[in-house]
């Protein structure tokens, strides 16, 4: 099983507020991901990081903002959410350093965001 | 084109049949290439990774055709807890930041 864990599973929330949804992963891992992923629909990368103090967007843009001050923690946070920004945001870990390059990404459970 | 294209779903099977998935990528210079699965409103779980010879994990073989830019996925003998959609992805190597690229997924239903 993959220890890469994200809350909430589930966020209801009005327009305009803040929020900061979490990832934490404690296998060591330097390559973290965001993906966006409406129901049915495929998986879009938003945003990545290969390390500490490392972020870069993703293929898809959002307005979303990320940061890697620690190596286990990748947050990502919605200054002003909209209801455009209801989806499901999946975080990945991958590869711990000196690893072989085809390692697998694990995916967290997930956050079902609502914005209402 | 996007990068990474799978078969058009869903797949409707009796338990027991044989099904197989294609999907094809666009950039030459991929490097790694997986199959994952996804039950609804679950996160994606690795089912198996593409190597270059072919692989076979009990009921489930993948190719890869790197010719024709391709990867295939078999399932043989289909139990009903095969039923997910299953995603496959792509990694490029030239891109420095190695994250995967997913197909939209293949939806697999298998009945009873």
């Known amino acids: 099983e993959a220890d890469i864990y994200q809350t909430p599973r589930y966020l209801v929330i009005g327009t305009g507020k803040k929020i900061t949804l979490e990832c934490s992963q404690t296998?060591?891992?330097?390559?973290m991901y965001w993906y966006q992923q409406d129901p049915g629909m495929e998986l879009h990368l938003i945003h990545y990081?290969?390390?500490?103090?490392?972020?870069e967007k993703g293929d898809l843009s959002s307005e979303s903002t990320v940061s890697r001050i620690r190596t286990e923690h990748f947050p990502l946070t919605l200054e002003s959410a909209r209801p455009s920004h209801t989806s499901q945001y999946l975080c990945?870990?991958?590869?711990?350093?000196?690893?072989?390059?085809?390692?697998?990404?694990?995916f967290g459970q997930g956050t079902r965001l609502t914005v209402v | 084109r996007k990068e990474v294209e799978q078969d058009p779903g869903p797949f409707n099977v009796p338990e027991g049949a044989t099904v197989a998935f294609n999907c094809t990528y666009s950039?030459?210079?991929?490097?790694?290439f997986f199959w994952y699965r996804q039950d609804c409103r679950k996160e994606p779980k690795l089912l198996m990774s593409?190597?270059?010879s072919g692989n076979e994990d009990g009921r489930f073989t993948a190719q890869l055709n790197r010719a024709s830019q391709y990867i295939s996925l078999l399932i043989r003998d289909s139990k009903l807890s095969d039923s997910a959609t299953y995603l496959c992805?792509?990694?490029?190597?030239?891109?420095?930041?190695?994250?995967?690229?997913f197909g939209s997924g293949t939806r697999l239903q298998v009945q009873p």
């Open positions: 992805a792509v990694r490029l190597m030239d891109t420095g930041r190695r994250a995967l690229t």
């Open positions: 950039n030459s210079a991929s490097q790694s």
């Open positions: 990081s290969y390390g500490v103090n490392s972020t």
């Open positions: 593409v190597y270059s």
């Open positions: 990945a870990s991958r590869g711990a350093l000196g690893q072989g390059m085809n390692t697998e990404a694990f």
């Open positions: 296998m060591g891992h330097d390559k």
